[in-house]
């Protein structure tokens, strides 16, 4: 399958560390892999039929594979996962996808990073491996908190948009945000997050 190694690995927990009360990283030890930051993994449990894609969380210059998790309610593989304890298995297959940067263009274009949420995962990818990058990173959370790891960011390069308390650097959804703002004509945009703000980010950037 193209950009994916067909082969499923099993990789051992080695740490989970909580962001909020509902949203955790998930970092695991194994076989080293061979990916490129943008790339995504399908995580199962051994001996379930249950699995699910997640972004890598990580940068190249890391050895083991991080996943950034929401915890949904009811949500049975996410529930499983947050249950898991260091030293536990999981399998990943993986890595897949082309959402990646073409490294030909790092030099000559400007990146903007739109993310909703746990869509920060693949932005954190990219800004850890090219750190020589020319970036800015549009993120729309509910509260201040949401905003995962920014210290991975350069501050003048994110934005948190909160949208339910007034911590961020803008108050609103990042829709309305990206509607009054002004980008270069060589800047390349990359979305991630639901499904609606993807949809509507595109709108407002054909305009």
């Known amino acids: ?47 379930s039929s249950q699995s699910r894609e997640y972004s890598l969380y990580n940068g190249k210059s890391q050895s083991n594979p991080e996943v950034l998790v929401r915890k949904i309610e009811n949500g049975i593989f996410s529930g499983y996962l947050s249950m898991l304890s260091e030293g536990d298995i999981v399998e990943l297959n993986g890595p897949i996808g082309e959402f990646t940067i073409d490294e030909s263009k790092i030099n000559t274009r400007h990146f903007v990073f739109i993310a909703s949420g746990t869509g920060i995962a693949p932005f954190r990818s990219m800004a850890e491996t090219f750190p020589e990058l020319n970036y800015q990173v549009i993120h729309g959370i509910r509260y201040g908190n949401e905003a995962y790891d920014r210290q991975v960011f350069h501050p003048a390069r994110y934005t948190d948009c909160t949208s339910l308390d007034k911590t961020g650097k803008v108050q609103g959804r990042l829709t309305k945000h990206i509607a009054e703002a002004t980008f270069s004509t060589n800047t390349e945009f990359y979305i991630c997050g639901n499904s609606n703000m993807i949809f509507n980010s595109l709108d407002i950037l054909k305009e």
């Open 1 to 47: 399958m193209r950009g994916q190694e067909a082969k499923s690995k099993y990789y051992k927990v080695s740490k989970i560390r909580w962001l909020t009360d509902d949203t955790f990283s998930l970092r695991m030890t194994g076989q080293k892999l061979n990916f490129k930051a943008g790339q995504h993994v399908i995580l199962s449990i051994p001996g």
